[in-house]
Nanobody, 115 residues
Framework: VQLVESGGGLVQPGGSLRLSCAAS????????MNWYRQAPGKERRLVAT????????DYSDSVKGRFTASRDNAVNTVYLQMNSLKPEDAAVYYC?????????WGQGTQVTVSS
C-alpha cells in the first residue's frame, strides 16, 4: 500500500487549498478513505471520511462546512478541498486507509495558514 499526498503549502487566513492523495497497492474503489491532521504537539485527529463511491462523507465539527472530501476511483485519488482556512487548520495532513486489519498512512503534506 502506498499513499502519496500533495497540495499543501502556505495560505493566508480565509484562503483555500486542495490536497490530493494518490493511492496504490490495494483496490482503491473498495475502501473508505480518511484524512487526518496533526498539529505540532498535538495528537493526530480524524478530519474527514469518504465512502467507497464517494456518496457519503463525514467531517469533524472543526472543519464541517469548510472542507469537502471527494474521490476519483478512476485514478485512485482522494481529495480534500479546504476553504475558509483558519490559523488553527495549520497541520500536517495525512490520508489514510484501513486495509487488511492495519491502518496505512501517507507521508503527509504540510499546511500553513498565516498572513
Amino acid at each position: 500500500v502506498q499513499l502519496v499526498e500533495s497540495g499543501g503549502g502556505l495560505v493566508q487566513p480565509g484562503g483555500s487549498l486542495r490536497l490530493s492523495c494518490a493511492a496504490s497497492g490495494f483496490t482503491f474503489k473498495n475502501y473508505y478513505m480518511n484524512w487526518y491532521r496533526q498539529a505540532p504537539g498535538k495528537e493526530r485527529r480524524l478530519v474527514a471520511t469518504i465512502t467507497t463511491a464517494g456518496i457519503s462523507t463525514d467531517y469533524s465539527d472543526s472543519v464541517k462546512g469548510r472542507f469537502t472530501a471527494s474521490r476519483d476511483n478512476a485514478v485512485n485519488t482522494v481529495y480534500l478541498q479546504m476553504n475558509s482556512l483558519k490559523p488553527e487548520d495549520a497541520a500536517v495532513y495525512y490520508c489514510s486507509v484501513f486495509y487488511r486489519s492495519r491502518r496505512y498512512w501517507g507521508q503527509g503534506t504540510q499546511v500553513t495558514v498565516s498572513s
